[in-house]
């Protein structure tokens, strides 16, 4: 017995999610304070290998949010109402340009030379924008499998992008 592409969608949520946290963990040089009080460590400069290494992770990653949204639309569009798809809408466009805006930073990072202060800086950012499409991407996922599993707690159907109609237990 299927669930259909509201399930499908629900686990692909789960693993962007985990992309994304992964790379915030991974190039986010901010330590998390356990404490309310803490004095962040200096950011490390990326090497030119981590930077092409990330590149590469975004790119992926992009590539692959776009597909995702094509596949969302078709499934959570048939679940909501105008308004509600103009801010899915917006929120994928949002994910998207901050992705394109941390992998032209890190391409122009892996690119050039630039001063210690420079790379400091940069890579500071890049942590913040790691930081930042985690947050994005958790929040607007987050919503939306509320509203796929609705969708399968209501044994609603919707004709998946392949054409199929699939009901949902």
């Known amino acids: 017995m299927t669930e259909g592409p509201f399930r499908a969608q629900i686990?692909?949520?789960?693993?962007?999610?985990?992309?994304?946290?992964?790379?915030?963990?991974?190039?986010?040089p901010h330590p998390r304070p356990s404490t309310g009080i803490s004095t962040p460590a200096k950011p490390a400069v990326l090497p030119k290998?981590?930077?092409?290494?990330?590149?590469?992770q975004l790119f992926y990653l992009l590539e692959g949010v776009t597909g995702h949204f094509t596949r969302d639309e078709a499934v959570v569009f048939s679940q909501v109402n105008a308004a509600t798809r103009k801010v899915i809408e917006a929120e994928h466009e949002d994910i998207r340009k901050?992705?394109?805006?941390a992998l032209a930073l890190v391409t122009r990072m892996a690119?050039?030379?630039g001063t210690e202060t420079d790379m400091v800086r940069d890579t500071a950012e890049i942590g913040r924008k790691m930081h930042r499409l985690r947050e994005l991407i958790e929040a607007h996922t987050t919503r939306e499998d509320a509203i796929m599993r609705e969708a399968i707690k209501a044994g609603r159907t919707v004709a998946a992008p392949n054409g199929i109609?699939?009901?949902?237990h």
Request: proline share 0%; no cysteine.
């Open 98 to 101: 901050e992705v394109e805006s």
């Open 11 to 28: 686990d692909e949520h789960e693993a962007v999610r985990a992309a994304v946290r992964q790379l915030d963990e991974r190039y986010n």
């Open 165 to 168: 109609e699939y009901q949902v």
């Open 49 to 56: 290998d981590a930077l092409r290494n990330l590149r590469w």
């Open 111 to 113: 690119e050039t030379t």
